[in-house]
């Protein structure tokens, strides 16, 4: 018993020190982190002013590698010709001064969150208008230092740059915005900025935008000379492609709509005139509220856009189905006092014609009951040229007469000039119309196939 009371004693003894020991070398490791930044961070052994060397230790340039993670693009603004993003942005280059020891792989990275205690690149986006860092609730920034004075940097940031649009075929356009990120100060004797290899732009999964689509994104190199030297510079470009639906169902249609109900007044009776101009009158004052509604969320430019061809033909349309009534109403009035005149005329010949019948009676009953008449014989002589001319005359007036063409046959139903107006502007107003989208859809699909 004695003996086993012993052997349990020393185990537990043994196992206390053990737990002791790993405890100290817990607290150990971390202040072997401590002593390390101490040892490569110490006041006059790192001058945060001095640029790392280039490659290898050389005296070439620092070189830093750059990617990016977008996490959101929230507006895409056609007025002022800009777009909003959030992105995580990071860069990497190597520092041999902050190189230290692992302890035997234990120590993987230091970590830091005060950018100012090591060397940082001077990059700046040279197309940002306005930006910001987020602060809630720590800064969203770290440093790690790894042990082969490899640095990496990372930060989330929000911006908005500037994004210059061709709008020659809004609606039916894709945009290209851009993201420049360039050195201040260092040229590329002292920096250059390269894009990481494999993957160098990443973009969240669930993107989503109101009115545009991401189809791509592409990286390229920018760099720049000015009197001062030459600058490294990076950009990746984003294409976006403007949802169409949402112009369709806002823009097109209710313009369609809108040239139709204004074919109505062809339909309605000429001598109702409230209602005929009541309709043109209310939809050219529509048109041309929906088509300054369109201009008022586009900037301003020179050139002509694909909305503004629609909106103009659909907003002449209507303007001439106002001006078609106007020709109606003239040609009816018109018709009508040619109806008047000829009434009159036709009066007036039959009064003269019964005022010559009297004169006539009048002179047969003045003349001599005893005077002879003379009587011409009924049997026409061969060689009477009278006869022959009066022959050919009658033989002329009975020949068939040509047949009509089916318009005119058509058009003659209608017996006012006012009302064929009316019927060929039903058929014209859609025919043309149709023609024209046709034009309009052919050559503004075509164009943006090309475009892209």
């Given at each position: ?14 196992s ?5 020991l ?23 052994k790192?001058d945060?002013r001095i ?30 010709m800009?777009y909003?993003?959030?992105l ?9 001064r902050l ?14 969150t ?7 690149p ?8 306005e ?26 940031i ?8 061709n709008l020659?075929?809004?609606?039916l ?21 390269l ?12 993107l ?63 001598g ?19 088509t ?11 050139y ?8 103009g ?30 009434k009159?005329?036709?009066k007036?010949?039959?009064r ?10 009048s ?26 001319e ?9 020949q ?9 046959t ?18 014209t ?16 699909l075509?164009?943006?196939?090309d475009?892209e």
């Amino acid at each position: 018993m004695g003996t086993g009371h012993y052997f349990w004693a020393i185990f537990y003894f043994t196992s206390l020190c053990s737990a002791s020991l790993a405890n100290n070398a817990k607290i150990n490791f971390r202040e072997k982190e401590k002593k390390v930044l101490d040892q490569i961070l110490g006041a006059g052994k790192y001058d945060a002013r001095i640029r790392p060397s280039g490659i290898n230790g050389t005296d070439g340039p620092a070189v830093v590698r750059v990617n990016i993670f977008v996490r959101s693009i929230s507006k895409i603004d056609d007025v002022t010709m800009e777009y909003s993003v959030q992105l995580t942005f990071r860069e990497q280059w190597t520092d041999e001064r902050l190189k230290f020891d692992d302890i035997q792989g234990r120590l993987k990275y230091l970590t830091l969150t005060e950018a100012n205690r090591v060397w940082m690149p001077d990059l700046f986006f040279s197309n940002e208008k306005e930006g910001h860092f987020h602060n809630i609730i720590m800064p969203n920034v770290y440093i790690r230092i790894f042990p082969n004075g490899s640095v990496l940097y990372s930060i989330r940031i929000s911006l908005t740059l500037a994004c210059p649009m061709n709008l020659k075929l809004y609606p039916l356009d894709r945009q290209i915005c851009s993201l420049r990120m360039a050195s201040y100060g260092w040229t590329t004797n002292d920096l250059v900025f390269l894009w990481k290899e494999g993957d160098p732009v990443q973009v969240v999964k669930n993107l989503h935008l109101p009115r545009f689509t991401l189809e791509k994104f592409l990286t390229d190199y920018c760099n720049s000379k000015t009197n001062t030297g030459e600058y490294s510079c990076l950009k990746v470009d984003l294409l976006f492609k403007r949802e169409f639906s949402y112009y369709l169902i806002q823009i097109y249609i209710p313009c369609c709509m809108l040239v139709i109900v204004s074919w109505v007044s062809f339909w309605l009776d000429q001598g109702a005139v409230p209602a005929r101009v009541s309709l043109g009158v209310t939809t050219l004052l529509t048109m041309a509220t929906q088509t300054s509604g369109i201009n008022a969320s586009l900037p301003p430019v020179s050139y002509t856009k694909a909305i503004d061809v629609w909106t103009g033909v659909c907003l002449t349309f209507v303007f001439g189905a106002l001006l078609e009534f106007a020709l109606v109403n003239y040609a009816s009035r018109s018709g009508l006092n040619k109806a008047n005149m000829h009434k009159e005329n036709m009066k007036k010949k039959r009064r003269d014609l019964e005022q010559a019948s009297l004169d006539a009676a009048s002179d047969l009953l003045d003349t001599d009951s005893n005077a002879t008449f003379a009587m011409k014989p009924l049997v026409r002589h061969p060689g009477d040229p009278m006869a022959l001319e009066k022959l050919r005359q009658c033989e002329v007036h009975m020949q068939p007469p040509k047949r009509p063409s089916c318009c005119k046959t058509w058009l003659s139903k209608f017996p006012t000039r006012s009302k064929r107006i009316d019927v060929i502007s039903r058929i014209t107003f859609p025919l043309v119309f149709a023609l024209f989208n046709l034009v309009y859809w052919s050559t503004y699909l075509f164009r943006e196939e090309d475009d892209e």
